[in-house]
């Protein structure tokens, strides 16, 4: 059959576009898997789809609980939503896999027909590697001498100023701290005592340890999907007791041994890959029982520690960079502070190059001598690696032959960032105990650890910036002084002496205290639900230029359920002011109660009260910018009543629900998320 010419180059143009559109799925497939998978090979790879959760909204909540909750069910509903499709291919061909949702992912196994299937899906945006990822372990390490004698404390806990906080009453307890690492020998004598997961005489593994190495080499001492915590290396045991530690005797090596830890095994004997990196970073924001089932964000640590690196040279990209820093910022924004050793590759400049320590949401640490002297391999920034050129390391912290517990019962010295990143970690846990409103709020713990710090200043520049100059890219903002951060978080203004509330009847009574005044104007009392928004609630003149200590009061006659946050704002005649720290009363209303279900809500939410006496109540709900959703008077006769309200009409967003009582005092305030 012969072709006139413009029909022969329609079809060349035609068969060329076919052609383009059937190899279309190639582009998303990262190239060293396409390279193995072409070679007929059955490669791992993880599934990036396009869809990621919105967690905006994350930062309105108070608590780190409701955040945390509100961050996993934003997350989980995503990959609930999207995944359904993969899923489907990959059951129908009875592939290897595992679903993600603190990133939208997946972790597959397959050969090329499956990939190109999945590739093909609109959903999915990118295919990447997940390669072999060895831990940055000590440079160097040696036996423990001999401790020095009874309750001798660790070096690296004395300079912090750690030992000093203890003095104060504040040794990390109701903190949680995590460890994502190479397993933990969890009943060293070290450290056994502060395992959550043990109740002084039997061991509940539920919630408290995970195992993501799911295939471990030959020869590994724990073997696979451990259901009880193992190290098969060492590294884990020493970091987690250098965040806890303590025997109760000789063996003071901890930072916060008032602390607990729970832990999640990412490495099979050092080598991890970003798959096993992620379902860690998933297990710290939700928990799960010992099956991998009913997570609980409620029973996230505070704090986790990571000392791991993916270089490029091991196959690590700008693809597998957003991936693991989605991960690390779900994770900030669910309130878990996420610390991260700087590496080990120093002394260059912008050796601080592989995740997750060259995140912006990672707090990234360097390690220093007992002399606060910056370690020669402790990495430096500017970060170039991704091309932000960002600063880093955030903050120093001692990493040089730092004596901590090691598998059985011993002890070693380890050297590296990986030591001087859980002195961060209990650092961060010292703190929380000292001022437990910090818990969640990501953002203050990093400021005050940052701008606590002892400045350290180095003759090499590095990214343009002068080592001379603080913060710098070898040091950071300066090795941490965690009694220097939690006296700026405690501090008040310099002319006052003391501020409290106390919750009385129906009331808070605040009262404070000053010393000899200087042009002191007044006082502003201001109050907050949440720590965000602040309300004036009462305006107190000072007695202008008192020689002598003056004492204050003030009335807050309609506190809310649960939490009232109260602050001075002390404001001189100039007009200059600074505030006082954050006092909290705890304020439950006798005789009323009253629950909100579901939250998440989506058509409706059930409203729960309960009453001794009869009230009448009046019922508002607001959007986030104010408009009113909502009103009810509700007549409520002792005992239990249940109220619902149609939400099927509202928008996904972020809505506030206030009770008065017929005297418009504010009963309970909620914030509810649809």
Not at 67 to 79: F, H, I, R
Not at 361 to 377: L, Y
Not at 469 to 492: M, Q, W, Y
Not at 594 to 621: G, H, Y
Request: glycine share 10%; aromatic share 8%.
């Amino acid at each position: 059959m012969k072709y006139s010419l413009p029909i022969l180059l329609f079809l060349l143009l035609f068969g060329s576009h076919n052609i383009q559109a059937q190899n279309a799925w190639r582009t998303k497939v990262a190239p060293s898997v396409l390279e193995a998978i072409d070679d007929g090979q059955t490669v791992e790879y993880m599934v990036w789809l396009q869809q990621q959760a919105d967690l905006e909204n994350a930062k309105l909540f108070r608590t780190k609980e409701d955040k945390g909750n509100y961050v996993y069910q934003q997350l989980s509903e995503t990959a609930r939503q999207t995944q359904g499709n993969v899923l489907d291919l990959l059951e129908e061909a009875d592939a290897p896999h595992r679903a993600y949702w603190i990133v939208n992912s997946l972790w597959v196994e397959s050969g090329l027909e499956l990939l190109q299937q999945i590739a093909q899906l609109p959903e999915v945006q990118s295919i990447l590697p997940n390669p072999k990822v060895s831990f940055d372990g000590p440079v160097s390490t040696m036996p423990s001498a001999a401790p020095r004698g009874i309750n001798t404390i660790e070096w690296g806990i004395t300079q912090i100023s750690a030992d000093q906080v203890w003095g104060m009453g504040y040794t990390g307890q109701n903190v949680v701290i995590g460890g994502q690492d190479t397993g933990v020998d969890w009943d060293h004598p070290a450290i056994q005592s502060q395992y959550r997961g043990w109740n002084g005489t039997t061991a509940d593994h539920n919630y408290n340890w995970h195992d993501a190495i799911h295939n471990a080499g030959s020869g590994n001492p724990c073997g696979s999907n451990t259901t009880a915590p193992c190290d098969d290396n060492n590294h884990g045991t020493h970091t987690v007791g250098t965040m806890a530690g303590d025997d109760g005797g000789n063996n003071q090596i901890g930072v916060a041994p008032g602390a607990k830890w729970v832990a999640c095994r990412n490495m099979d004997q050092g080598d991890g890959t970003p798959a096993t990196y992620i379902e860690c970073f998933q297990w710290f924001l939700a928990p799960t029982d010992i099956n991998g089932s009913n997570p609980d964000a409620t029973k996230a640590p505070h704090v986790i520690n990571n000392s791991w690196g993916c270089p490029t040279s091991e196959g690590c990209n700008t693809g597998n960079f957003a991936t693991m820093e989605a991960a690390v910022n779900n994770l900030r924004s669910a309130g878990v502070v996420v610390v991260v050793s700087a590496g080990n590759s120093g002394p260059s400049c912008s050796s601080v190059r592989t995740p997750a320590a060259i995140f912006d949401g990672s707090f990234s640490v360097g390690a220093t001598s007992s002399s606060d002297a910056i370690a020669g391999f402790s990495s430096r920034g500017n970060v170039t690696v991704d091309g932000s050129n960002r600063m880093k390391p955030d903050v120093s912290a001692p990493g040089v032959s730092v004596r901590s517990c090691v598998r059985g019962t011993g002890y070693a010295r380890f050297s590296g960032t990986s030591m001087a990143g859980p002195h961060v970690a209990g650092a961060v846990a010292l703190m929380i105990s000292a001022d437990p409103s910090l818990a969640g709020n990501v953002d203050l713990i990093e400021e005050a650890l940052m701008s606590s710090a002892v400045g350290l200043t180095t003759t090499q520049n590095c990214g343009g910036v002068s080592g001379n100059s603080v913060p710098n890219n070898t040091f950071g903002h300066g090795r941490i002084d965690v009694l220097g951060a939690i006296n700026k978080l405690l501090a008040l203004p310099v002319e006052l002496k003391a501020f409290y509330a106390e919750a009385v009847g129906e009331k808070v009574n605040l009262y404070w205290q000053t010393s000899a005044e200087v042009n002191s104007d007044y006082f502003e009392v201001e109050k907050s639900a949440d720590l965000n928004r602040w309300s004036s609630i009462d305006r107190v003149a000072a007695n202008q230029n008192a020689a002598v200590a003056l004492d204050y009061t003030s009335v807050d006659l309609h506190p809310v359920n649960g939490p009232n946050y109260y602050r001075l704002k002390q404001v001189d005649q100039d007009g200059s002011f600074t505030y006082s720290k954050v006092v909290t009363a705890y304020f439950k209303k006798e005789g009323f109660q009253m629950k909100v279900f579901p939250n998440p809500f989506r058509d409706q939410i059930t409203l729960s009260l309960n009453t001794e006496t009869r009230r009448n109540l009046q019922l508002k709900v607001f959007n986030a910018v104010g408009q009113q959703m909502h009103s009810a008077n509700i007549r409520l006769e002792r005992g239990t009543a249940a109220s619902r309200i149609a939400t099927d009409n509202w928008g996904e967003g972020i809505y506030f629900l206030n009770v008065w009582d017929e005297n418009g005092r504010l009963l309970f305030q909620e914030t509810l998320v649809h």
